[in-house]
């Protein structure tokens, strides 16, 4: 199948109307708060949150610690947790899809734990652990590590049974189909799953830091809205947001890398 | 999910084999047994030795809590009471967003001039975790029902749409090849090929939804409420009685599994033309 590149030229208006539209909504953001539309103590405007950035780099009021911390706390954690929930759920995740015994002795438990909204341990974790990294990163970890193994798992179960009966016939152990066939052709799945893990960290991260934490950006918002600095609050969500969006851009990046050669 | 033709040609035959021990021993449900008393032993021992002092409850006490709040009024309501605000919060925010985001969606993916004026905003909300709009959701609407109703509203959109799109664009152009051969015009492809072949990828958004539904409900209640499960939890915490926590987070999950249910047979009664992998 091999198709003709065609360069079909766009129209004006298409490469326009993203920017416009981008445009027009921080104008009308703008404009509604600047012209009192919306009070001031409901939504900052775009400018005031620029220059409430500007002023949190240094100053540590009225939280008690400036952006750098709060942003290196929330990222220590998210990672931390991300990395346990990847260095235990692939491999578990990979296990459960190829050996009987494994997804027998694990899936009754997973699936047990998986409909539990990871934000419902918090008050567990506070009584287990306080308020400090610890329970913070338990919870994430409790967050990555279920797409963590429902990918990998169904990654393995999809492996082309063609294939497998191909090794056989060759003469492949049962090892060698799992480590060379199934988890190479699971990886696709694999990847998907750092995206999702990704997600789901981030965004249990901002619950936890919410109900229960002393910094942290999820901390920056809760106390944005208690001094009611809407200000504040809308700086955190878009901190939250964009460096969230970093993240997944380099994960994005890093697959496309390591999976050049195989198909999605 | 596979296109290969490979994966529907697997040998159904069953081999029957002598009974031995080890086919007994590695058994699926007499694994998924053990490793549910293990689990639940090993619980019970746990919270008996005291290892995280009285911060666990055994699993009996548990039941006996959530026994307790079906006849005893909890902060003016009994489990019933509770379970209800906390569904009824889901479904009116889950249904607003469903209703908005999957024809938006749609029309995204068949229309560029929409796409091009909604994806910009779309993505520049995406990466945002609705959790995040808790506190803002309270300065704008106070802490009544709105408030909670709006984070629902916020947590379930950006699913349906992403997957309703994304569910559109994924069709497979052969599909729309042949109904073109067939001799139908753009309103045939978009109701008989574009809408049914998306419908499974609609269904997964909604599924997503759901439990980003539950996780958001859950973060408004223990962020201000009172009642709902998540109230229970938040009570729980306060009080630290963990009997309470634990019975509300099992009740949460309980809820959780029966609305994923309850959409997934919807999926089977509506699309049934859907493909599944065997033992998923």
Redesign the interface.
Known sequence: MAYKEVEVKQPL??TI??????IA?FALWELVVQTGFIPD???AAPSTVVKTFIVKLHDINPDGATMGTHAWTSIQEAFLGYALSLLIGIPLGLCMGWF??V???????FE?IR??????????T???FGIGLTGKVFIIWIAGIVPCVINSW?GV??T???LIQMARTYGASDWQIFTQLCIPSALPMVFGALQLALTYC??????AE??AADSGL?YL??M??RV?R?DI??L???C???S??II?FVIDQVEKKLLAGIRR | ??N?I??ET?NHSKNKEPFSIVRLL???Y???A???IA?FLLWDYVARERI?HD??ARPLEVVDQIVRLTQIKYAGTNLWGHIWASTQRIVIGFFLAAIVAVPLGLFMALN??VN??????FD?????????????A???FGIGETSKVFIIIIGSFVPCLLNAYNGVRLVDPELYDVIRVLGGSRRDEIFHVCFPASFPAVFAGLQISL?VA??CV??AE??NSREGMGFL??R??DT?K?EL??G???L???A??LT?QLVSLLERKLCPWKRT?D??
């Open positions: 208006m298409l109307l993203p920017y416009v539209s981008i909504f103590t409901l939504l009987k015994v997804e027998g002795l694990c899936r009754p438990i047990l409909p539990i909204p990871p934000i419902a341990w918090i008050p567990l506070v009584f287990w169904v179960r999809m082309n049974p063609t981030w965004t249990n991260l901002v619950g919410l109900l999820g918002i809760t944005g809205g009611a809407p609050v809308v955190g969500m878009i939250v947001g964009v969230g969006a997944g | 999910m596979s290969s490979a994966n697997i590695t058994n699926t007499f694994l998924n053990v490793s549910l689990f995280f911060s666990l560029k001039y091009a004026i909604v994806k910009p905003l520049l909300f995406k990466p945002m975790p609705p959790i995040a709009w808790c506190t803002i309270v300065l704008w439990s539950w996780t859950l973060a223990l962020v939890i938040k729980g915490m630290h963990p926590v634990l509300g987070m099992l949460i999950a309980a959780a599994w994923s992998i033992n998923l």
